[in-house]
């Protein structure tokens, strides 16, 4: 399965040699990339529980592929959301299932800078998106 064009651009921007540092700064700018979500959707009903941090998810289909929208109150955790939206906004629902996010963090590099609750809270996040798409949220 090819990625998408946000995905391929996140993998060619990660996988520059680089310290933890410069790592860091780029996850925050893709952070920065999200668009804000208002206060009104910023309700429990969209909060994704298993994270430490707030994060807020909304996700509709836009021409049968699914298009996510989320924000987060930390920011390292939004940049960190950013790259999973790059991974899988415009898959179908189909697609999103077989999404493996350990070896997408992996690809970008960043798998040995994500403690197990940061793990924890992006795997929380992609099965939010999963039931989404498969009508059980």
């Known amino acids: 399965m090819s990625l998408p064009p946000d995905a391929q ?8 040699p680089q310290s933890w540092e410069q790592r860091a ?3 925050m700018q ?12 910023k309700t ?3 909060r994704v529980h298993g994270c430490e941090s707030q ?10 592929s699914w298009q ?18 790059a991974r899988v906004n415009g898959l179908s629902a189909e697609q999103l299932q077989q999404v493996d996010l350990p070896d997408w963090f992996k690809q ?13 809270g992006l795997n929380a996040v992609l099965q939010r998106m999963r039931q989404l798409a498969s009508g059980t949220a």
């Not at 970008?108 to 924890?120: A, F, I, K, Q, W």
């Open 9 to 16: 651009l996140a993998l060619d921007t990660f996988t520059q």
């Open 25 to 27: 700064r780029l996850l």
């Open 30 to 41: 893709w952070g920065e990339r999200l668009p804000a979500l208002s206060e009104e959707e």
């Open 44 to 46: 429990e009903n969209h």
């Open 55 to 64: 994060v807020w998810l909304l996700g509709s289909v836009v021409q049968e």
């Open 68 to 85: 996510f929208r989320a924000a987060s109150d930390a920011r390292l955790i939004r940049g960190l959301v950013a790259l999973l939206l």
């Open 108 to 120: 970008l590099g960043l798998s040995r800078h994500l403690s197990p609750s940061r793990s924890n």
